[in-house]
């Protein structure tokens, strides 16, 4: 089982930057593949970059040039380092991870969420 805790966000002017993080805990044999998603009100769930294990990363067109993804296997945790935001950023940001179990078998899991909010 797996535990995720999120951080980071919080209020920032338009061209300023934050860096959320996402950390994993518990009994498991792997953290695999992790995504970043947003949500902002009256929206859906979005995508907004994935990192598989081996460090390959794949990013929303939107974000491209300004985010960064990158992963610390040892802590088992992932950034997602976000550069020259935008008020359109502004959405809650969730972390979703594929872990291997102890029994080998793989989960999906998702953090709680932190709110990232871009505004003057």
């Known amino acids: 089982q797996v535990q995720l805790v999120e951080s980071g966000g919080g209020l920032v002017q338009p061209g300023g930057s934050l860096r959320l993080s996402c950390a994993s805990s518990?009994?498991?044999?792997?953290?695999?593949?992790v995504g970043w998603y947003r949500q902002a009100p009256g929206k859906q769930r979005e995508l907004v970059a994935t990192?598989?294990?081996?460090?390959?990363?794949d990013y929303a067109d939107s974000v491209k040039g300004r985010f960064t993804i990158s992963r610390d296997n040892a802590k088992n945790t992932v950034y997602l380092q976000m550069d020259s935001l935008k008020p359109e950023d502004t959405a809650v940001y969730y972390c979703?991870?594929?872990?291997?179990?102890?029994?080998?078998?793989?989960?999906?899991?998702w953090g709680q969420g932190t709110q990232v909010t871009v505004s003057s």
């Open positions: 990192i598989t294990r081996g460090g390959s990363t």
């Open positions: 979703k991870v594929t872990y291997t179990s102890l029994l080998f078998r793989t989960y999906e899991y």
């Open positions: 518990g009994t498991f044999l792997s953290i695999n593949d």
